[in-house]
């Protein structure tokens, strides 16, 4: 399914994801606004290295972020993998992977137009959400 944020698309695998359609958009709603810093929803992670990763994303709390670096040392592989995972990641937002940056940069974002949807989303988790995209 596709959502709407920001001005942007978004696609989700709802398939991952134990809730009607209308919840889901209704809690990604309220993330959008502000208004929900966890989403109340049972994900299904993969059961391979992707979802060892998704679960890493998943811990990582609202408002801050981990490197690459760091989910590869959690996870004993290489940051390019983590980087790979991230960007197969089916239920982005959901599942934080904009949370995930590069040591001295964003690093990737598969999700919406990219780069500048993560930005936006880590302007919001910061608390300092912007009206333009800088």
């Known amino acids: 399914m596709n ?8 696609e989700l695998d709802e398939r991952y994801v ?20 966890n989403f109340e929803l049972s994900v299904r992670l993969p059961d391979d290295f992707a979802g060892d990763v998704m679960a890493e994303m998943r811990a990582i709390p609202y408002g801050e972020t981990r490197t690459y670096g760091q989910l590869a ?13 991230c960007g197969r990641n089916p239920v982005p937002l959901v599942v934080p992977c904009h949370r995930v940056v ?4 964003l690093g990737g ?13 880590l302007e919001l988790e910061a608390g300092h959400p912007t009206e333009t995209d800088s």
């Open 73 to 85: 040392d959690a996870l004993d592989t290489a940051p390019v993998a983590v980087g790979q995972a």
């Open 109 to 121: 974002y598969s999700a919406g137009d990219g780069l500048a949807l993560k930005r936006r989303l």
């Open 18 to 37: 134990a809730a009607p359609e209308g919840e889901l958009r209704e809690q990604l709603a309220e993330f959008a606004a502000g208004d929900r810093r």
């Open 3 to 10: 959502v709407e944020l920001f001005g942007r698309t978004v």
């Open 102 to 105: 590069g040591a001295d940069s």
